[in-house]
């Protein structure tokens, strides 16, 4: 038996964490009242609703209504609300009521990764849907289940149901619904690499969207065709989309998807090296993550931040984010001990609240009543401050696990240093051999003295080379060329480039464009083996090949994908390609077009890649593209060679500015 010492210390300590408990829920008010003052009429609104309908019926709707608006703000607060509408239909025994409440607590538990607890009540509410023969209810259980079966990566099965919730709401005629299933269908076929059909059912959505003015869903189905575009390599397109998708979000104040687009345009900036906007939406991501404890989007967003920072080199920031991912990836353990707390004082608010919805009955508490719900909450503080024993322990299994990572990490980054060194100094040895197969400059020079070539590898080595030769009948030869990739792969490219046209001069001694690029395209194809059977090889280059007659005062030009400039009389003029690269997928027999032009005095000649123009920068990083490009040319052609290549130079510096460089670029320019 317990003394009375013992019980007035056990008072205390029960006041002591109610105090703490009560200071906690009266916290948790004071956020909620920063929140927008559009948001919080919305719920007032929706709670007033709750505390005049007559119904049962019509409280379990608006309480789902309210736990809605609540989902992507505060996921405990619609918990909490949908917990008081299923108590609710379980009172008063309404089927299609439990039914709609286990649904949408299925989705909660979904967004909250639990697969188990979410399958379970998707189960239960088809059940209750089949027996009262709601094809409704029964089409959005299919669809719920078919979320299971994709979590799991059960691919066939997650098509059948989502295709049994789609023939349900075409019969219906539910519009909203059919635009899901459509977004739906979308997502798995992306999952399963059928992203032909997985763009088909996205522009459904989008079209279905447009025709019913759903923000929403056009927000949703911009978003999934961006998520299909990075799959199949399509960055570009996948930018645009995320940006539209974004602006749609921001408009319903879908933070949580928000913050989701945010990191889609870093991934995408980061695949095309335009690392200052990578970083630039990372950050706002990680931001909003933080401020709403959204922690896979954080976590997404710090690994993104370390691995950017990292290739620039920074590594003060990059061990900073990689560290908070590290502390992120490792609290998952510990979110599972606090989401069981959650879920237990979930319980007992929703028991307590239940008396609350008896109270809008009979507008008073019995004493019993209240006598039950306060030995309830004295039992429910005893657990809670068992729970947080253990919670506390459990962290302090988390710091030390921790800190054994962080000793793993400082011994990761030192490795990569040490193969960093060893990488580097191979690949500038592969320089020196690159630079030894390019023409001396000052061979060019002595025979076409106002000329200039830019040219400014990417990487340490380029996949961009040019090329000189004297022919024998006293012709001179000049190309440039771009090989696919850049770096290594681009580099040996290059090397074989280089040598194929050499055999088809020097050795084949062709004298017209037309035939050296052709032997050219044999040659490659030839060196990668692409016209064997089953051959995987697709790599190729684009060039522009010109043969000076400066007796004859004649140039002859061919190009494979690549176009001549000359400017005459103050104006550019362009030679067109043969729209056909060489190698690849380019056929044995290919004809490159030749054209001929009579030269004059003062003819001011380019040839050049495509790095130039496609090289991010400028007030909104976007590319310097092709009209920018010929615009600077025109501007510049009257000036002497060095001249114009110091500018050109110093214009692709000035627009660039803090964001790397994006491809190999080269442009090369003869004055007749």
């Known amino acids: 038996m317990k003394t009375n010492t013992q019980i007035v210390f056990l008072k205390v300590i029960y006041t002591l964490i109610a105090c703490l408990l009560l200071l906690f829920l009266s916290n948790s008010v004071s956020a909620q009242k920063k929140d927008s003052s559009q948001f919080q009429k919305k719920i007032d609104s929706l709670e007033s609703l709750v505390t005049t309908a007559s119904k049962d019926e019509d409280k379990i709707t608006y309480l789902l209504k309210v736990a809605k608006a609540h989902e992507t703000r505060d996921r405990m607060q619609a918990f909490?609300?949908?917990?008081?509408?299923?108590?609710?239909?379980?009172?008063?025994?309404?089927?299609?009521?439990?039914?709609?409440?286990?649904?949408?607590?299925?989705?909660?538990?979904?967004?909250?990764?639990?697969?188990?607890?979410?399958?379970?009540?998707?189960?239960?509410a088809l059940k209750l849907f089949e027996e009262l023969k709601d094809k409704e209810g029964m089409g959005e259980c299919y669809r719920n289940i078919g979320w299971i079966y994709q979590g799991q990566q059960r691919y066939k099965e997650t098509i059948e149901y989502y295709n049994k919730s789609l023939q349900i709401n075409l019969s219906l005629g539910l519009t909203k619904k059919i635009i899901a299933n459509y977004d739906d269908l979308g997502?798995?076929?992306?999952?399963?690499?059928?992203?032909?059909?997985?763009?088909?059912?996205?522009?459904?959505?989008?079209?279905?969207?447009?025709?019913q003015n759903s923000t929403k869903g056009l927000a949703t189905g911009y978003g999934n065709l961006a998520i299909i575009y990075v799959?199949?390599?399509?960055?570009?397109?996948?930018?645009?989309?995320?940006?539209?998708?974004?602006?749609?979000?921001?408009?319903?104040?879908?933070t949580y998807n928000c913050a989701e687009g945010y990191v889609g345009l870093a991934e995408c900036y980061y695949h095309v090296k335009n690392y200052y906007k990578a970083v630039e939406y990372a950050e706002k991501a990680a931001e909003i993550s933080k401020k709403l404890d959204f922690k896979t989007t954080a976590t997404s967003a710090y690994r993104l931040l370390g691995e950017i920072y990292s290739l620039q080199k920074n590594y003060q920031k990059a061990y900073k984010y990689l560290e908070l991912f590290a502390d992120l990836r490792d609290s998952t353990y510990n979110e599972k001990n606090s989401r069981q707390i959650n879920e237990m004082s979930a319980k007992y608010e929703s028991e307590k609240k239940e008396l609350m919805i008896s109270s809008l009955e009979k507008n008073k508490l019995l004493s019993d009543e209240k006598s039950a719900q306060d030995k309830k909450f004295k039992i429910f503080l005893i657990i809670f401050s068992i729970m947080i024993a253990i919670f506390t322990l459990f962290l302090f299994r988390g710091f030390l696990q921790k800190k054994k990572a962080n000793n793993s990490l400082s011994l990761a980054y030192k490795e990569i240093e040490v193969q960093n060194k060893d990488i580097n100094d191979s690949i500038n040895y592969a320089k020196q051999i690159q630079r030894a197969r390019l023409p001396n400059p000052s061979i060019i020079l002595s025979h076409l003295p106002e000329s200039f070539g830019l040219y400014k590898p990417?990487?340490?080595?380029?996949?961009?080379?040019?090329?000189?030769?004297?022919?024998?009948?006293?012709?001179?030869?000049?190309?440039?060329?771009?090989?696919?990739?850049?770096?290594?792969?681009?580099?040996?490219?290059?090397?074989?480039?280089?040598?194929?046209?050499?055999?088809?001069?020097?050795?084949?001694?062709?004298?017209?464009?037309?035939?050296?690029?052709?032997?050219?395209?044999?040659?490659?194809?030839?060196?990668?083996?692409?016209?064997?059977?089953?051959?995987?090889?697709?790599?190729?280059?684009?060039?522009?090949?010109?043969?000076?007659?400066?007796?004859?005062?004649?140039?002859?030009?061919?190009?494979?994908?690549?176009?001549?400039?000359?400017?005459?009389?103050?104006?550019?003029?362009?030679?067109?390609?043969?729209?056909?690269?060489?190698?690849?997928?380019?056929?044995?027999?290919?004809?490159?077009?030749?054209?001929?032009?009579?030269?004059?005095?003062?003819?001011?000649?380019?040839?050049?890649?495509?790095?130039?123009?496609?090289?991010?920068?400028?007030?909104?990083?976007?590319?310097y593209m092709t009209k920018r490009f010929?615009?600077?040319?025109?501007?510049?052609?009257?000036?002497?060679?060095?001249?114009?290549?110091?500018?050109?130079?110093?214009?692709?510096?000035?627009?660039?500015?803090d964001i790397s460089q994006v491809d190999d670029i080269l442009v090369m320019g003869v004055r007749i």
């Not at 992306?190 to 996205?202: D, P």
């Not at 190309?479 to 850049?486: P, R, W």
């Not at 001249?643 to 692709?652: G, N, P, R, T």
């Open 187 to 211: 997502i798995v076929n992306k999952l399963m690499g059928n992203y032909e059909e997985a763009l088909k059912y996205c522009k459904k959505t989008i079209k279905l969207s447009e025709e």
């Open 231 to 254: 799959a199949m390599g399509e960055f570009d397109y996948a930018i645009e989309n995320f940006q539209i998708s974004n602006k749609h979000h921001e408009s319903i104040e879908d």
């Open 458 to 623: 990417k990487d340490v080595v380029s996949g961009d080379f040019y090329w000189f030769a004297e022919h024998e009948n006293g012709k001179l030869l000049l190309a440039a060329a771009d090989c696919t990739g850049h770096g290594i792969p681009g580099a040996f490219m290059s090397l074989i480039g280089i040598d194929e046209l050499n055999h088809a001069v020097l050795e084949k001694r062709l004298s017209d464009t037309s035939s050296i690029i052709s032997s050219l395209n044999k040659g490659v194809k030839k060196a990668l083996r692409q016209n064997e059977q089953n051959s995987m090889s697709r790599d190729g280059m684009d060039i522009a090949l010109c043969i000076f007659d400066l007796k004859n005062k004649t140039l002859e030009y061919a190009g494979a994908n690549r176009p001549l400039y000359y400017v005459r009389d103050n104006k550019l003029h362009e030679i067109a390609p043969t729209k056909a690269a060489i190698g690849g997928t380019t056929t044995n027999d290919q004809e490159f077009k030749s054209h001929t032009i009579d030269l004059q005095k003062n003819d001011m000649i380019y040839v050049f890649t495509d790095g130039f123009a496609d090289q991010f920068g400028g007030e909104s990083g976007k590319k």
């Open 630 to 657: 010929k615009d600077l040319l025109l501007n510049i052609h009257h000036k002497t060679a060095a001249e114009q290549e110091a500018i050109l130079e110093k214009s692709l510096e000035e627009w660039k500015k």
């Open 80 to 124: 909490d609300y949908a917990n008081i509408a299923y108590a609710l239909s379980q009172k008063s025994n309404n089927k299609k009521k439990i039914g709609e409440c286990l649904n949408y607590l299925g989705d909660l538990n979904w967004f909250s990764g639990d697969y188990a607890s979410a399958s379970d009540c998707y189960y239960k």
